[in-house]
């Protein structure tokens, strides 16, 4: 019998097969050779789950990752702050693949 990774939603807390969520991801900074950051990873949805970078994950229904939001769990999970634009935008990505489901 194979295995089935479970992850913890960040909103509401449960523990749940990982294809049933959807991933948060915070995206690696980008050094110059140098060592000098040129750009700072961003935070977007992953719904592949294969973009690199520190991940967390919600369910995929908007009250959860409005929880996530309003008690900032997705900003602690991610060791960054994540502004209110970003947030927004992840909205608008989650709402149309729901429509979509």
Known sequence: MKKIPLRKCTGC???KPKRELIR????PDKRAED???TE??????????KKAGRGAYVCRNAACFENARRARR???SLSCRIP????DKMTEELE????ED
Not at 40 to 49: F, R
Request: hydrophobic letters at 40%.
């Open 96 to 99: 149309s693949v729901l429509r």
């Open 40 to 49: 700072a990873g961003g935070v977007l949805l992953d719904l592949t789950g």
């Open 24 to 27: 948060v991801v915070k995206s």
């Open 13 to 15: 807390g449960e523990m």
């Open 74 to 76: 997705l900003e602690r």
């Open 35 to 37: 060592g000098s950051l």
């Open 84 to 87: 209110d634009e970003v947030y």
